[in-house]
């Protein structure tokens, strides 16, 4: 019988921290399944994926699907038909698709493999921020609905598909496979300073759409960097969206010609955890920094009202500060006066959860072969 294999789907930047530490816990574990790398395309520059593919030493995909940019519908949908095909071609080597976090490519490679009757297992199921203005907060609830086993990140994930009415035998509790990836990566950024400046530093990531595309929210960020740009250096690496809205709306310039601003492109892993783990705060919009400082202590000031990761919050060093630019600038002081709470380990991100993932992705292929042999003798 020939070996199956599980289709690793990634698409973009946040996906490739994910299936890095996995694919290194299946050649430590030898599993008996081969892992088969998809790339959808969905990040197609190098500063967004093939720097990530490089550092966190990721093989050159099987497959790769060129998605590419547009509107979450044509996105999703080329993804969706991209995929089916390949599972068509390939089919029956894929028993199963493993897809991670909450991207457009998740939810349409969720659809392609259910929809022909290949299991879907999520990474990072669970996850709610109850905002469903959130494309994410779609992709989560879609993704999860139709999976078959749900491979969860943090405490609250759990109880979220409880609540949901998902049945405990769906669901397991694995950690957190960013603070693998993280742990594993940590030391190459001792002893290196990636270009941050002297002294104290805020390090700063904006993409969401809710923040960047209106006018009005983005001007508001801005106006609060070049404040505190006063107390404390700014470090900005911009997403290229980001970057778009900034010229747009006129306000890069605003940026640029302040001396206490230092804009960067987009950084690969390496360099962004080097300027993460030694930045007084960091001010973002992203999921995972929001666990990555938890995970390090390092003060995060979340501009967004809600968050799908309240471990963070009770545990780690995240405070939510939506657009009350007032309590940021309140915080930013009690940071740089070290009176700001520190973090307490959260459950299962202890830089161990892909081998409990690759435990749970043979267990599961196992079942379904014993589930099927029966099957087969009562024909
Ligand atoms: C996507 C994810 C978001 C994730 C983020 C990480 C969805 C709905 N959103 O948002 O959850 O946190 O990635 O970065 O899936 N662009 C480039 N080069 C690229 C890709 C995009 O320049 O390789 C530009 C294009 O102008 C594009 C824009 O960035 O229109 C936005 O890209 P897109 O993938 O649509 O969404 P993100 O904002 O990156």
Not at 204 to 224: G, M, W, Y
Request: glycine letters at 6%; a negative charge.
């Amino acid at each position: 019988m020939t070996r199956p294999s599980i289709a690793f789907v990634a698409g973009a930047r946040p996906n490739f921290m994910k299936i890095a530490p996995v694919l290194r816990a299946v050649e430590e574990l030898k599993p008996d399944f081969d892992p088969v790398i998809v790339h959808t395309g969905q990040h197609y520059s190098a500063e967004l994926s093939d720097i990530f593919f490089e550092q966190l030493g990721i093989r050159t995909p099987d497959v790769h699907l060129e998605a590419g940019s547009g509107t979450h519908g044509q996105q999703t949908a080329r993804v969706l038909e991209a995929f089916e095909g390949f599972l068509l071609r390939e089919s029956p080597r894929i028993a199963a698709v493993m897809v991670v976090g909450d991207v457009n490519s998740t939810v349409a490679a969720t659809l392609a493999a259910t929809k022909l009757h290949i299991p879907a297992i999520h990474l990072e199921a669970g996850l709610r921020s109850f905002d469903r203005s959130m494309p994410e907060e779609i992709n989560r609830l879609a993704t999860d609905a139709i999976s078959d086993l749900l491979l969860v990140s943090e405490p609250a994930g759990e109880e979220n598909l409880r609540r949901e009415g998902v049945p405990a035998t769906r669901i397991r509790y694995v950690g957190n496979v960013m603070i693998d990836t993280l742990v594993h990566h940590l030391s190459q950024t001792e002893n290196q300073n990636f270009g941050r400046p002297d002294g104290p530093f805020a390090l700063v990531t904006l993409h969401r759409p809710s923040n960047v595309d209106q006018r009005e929210s983005l001007t508001a960020i801005v106006d609060f960097l070049i404040e505190i740009a006063a107390d404390l250096a700014i470090v900005f690496p911009i997403h290229p969206r980001t970057k778009n809205r900034l010229e747009e709306f006129g306000l890069l310039a605003h940026l640029e010609k302040n001396p206490a601003i230092h804009l960067f492109p987009p950084l690969g892993y390496v360099e962004n955890l080097g300027l993460m783990r030694n930045a007084s705060v960091v001010l973002t919009d992203s999921g995972g920094i929001q666990e990555e400082t938890s995970y390090l202590s390092i003060p995060c000031l979340t501009l967004r009202e809600n968050t799908e990761r309240p471990a963070t919050l009770s545990y780690g060093t995240n405070t939510l500060i939506g657009g009350d630019f007032a309590k940021a600038r309140r915080l930013v002081f009690e940071i740089l006066n070290h009176s700001y709470r520190k973090s307490s380990p959260i459950p299962g991100w202890d830089g161990r959860a892909a081998q409990r993932v690759v435990r749970e992705l043979s267990g599961f292929l196992e079942k379904r072969d014993v589930i099927s042999s029966i099957f087969q003798e009562h024909l």
